[in-house]
């Protein structure tokens, strides 16, 4: 089963999960997790693109946005 966008009324399949370490004021953003878990939150590839925090926060973007056009030799 595909896990869906956090964001309300978004059905979307999610791409990426995201948390946050308020005493840090730190947002960290990554591919979708294997697990969900109860203190992270899922964002389809759109809202994960849009996604800003609040001002004095920092946003750690850890994505692989830019997909390998090659491939490594084996």
């Not at 978004?10 to 109860?38: D, I, K, M, N, Q």
Request: a neutral charge; proline letters at 7%; hydrophobic letters at 30%.
């Amino acid at each position: 089963m595909t896990r869906q966008c956090a964001r309300p009324g978004c059905a979307e399949s999610a791409s990426s999960t995201f948390g946050y370490a308020y005493a840090e004021r730190t947002v960290w953003l990554v591919e979708l997790t294997a697990e969900p878990h109860p203190s992270t939150y899922d964002l389809c590839r759109r809202h994960a693109d849009g996604f800003s925090v609040p001002n004095g926060w920092e946003l750690r973007d850890r994505r692989n946005l830019v997909p390998s056009l090659v491939r490594e030799a084996s």
